[in-house]
Nanobody
Framework: EVHVVESGGGLVQAGRSLRLSCKISGILFDDYGTGWFRQAPGKAREGVSFITSSDFDTNYGDSVKGRFTISLDRAKNTVYLQMNTLRPEVTGVYYC?????????????????WGQGTQVTVSS
């Protein structure tokens, strides 16, 4: 059984940085993809960033390009999201999700394994 556990959220001031971690356990397949999604109050869940384990292909949402960096430590099956120059509009619950496969996909319905989420709040 695959388990996904996020950590690293918190309350920070605008302009500061945070790093989220996502530990994936129980993976029995070689290639997988992971994604970070954000859900703000009253809004739909949106994709933030994605990475594949096969070739470390990455993708970023337009609102975070140049400020967020996703990375993967395959030995630890852990995905990181480094978030710099944080802005209040990125406040929300951040979910990590995983799927089997070697290709990068961004639709949340394509990810069967989800964590419980970690709250990120950026104050102005």
């Amino acid at each position: 059984e695959v388990h996904v556990v996020e950590s690293g959220g918190g309350l920070v001031q605008a302009g500061r940085s945070l790093r989220l971690s996502c530990k994936i356990s129980g993976i029995l397949f070689d290639d997988y993809g992971t994604g970070w999604f954000r859900q703000a109050p009253g809004k739909a869940r949106e994709g933030v960033s994605f990475i594949t384990s096969s070739d470390f292909d990455t993708n970023y949402g337009d609102s975070v390009k140049g400020r967020f960096t996703i990375s993967l430590d395959r030995a630890k099956n852990t995905v990181y999201l480094q978030m710099n120059t944080l802005r209040p509009e990125v406040t929300g619950v951040y979910y990590c999700a995983a799927r089997k496969g070697r290709y990068l996909v961004t639709g949340p319905s394509l990810y069967p394994y989800w964590g419980q989420g970690t709250q990120v709040t950026v104050s102005s």
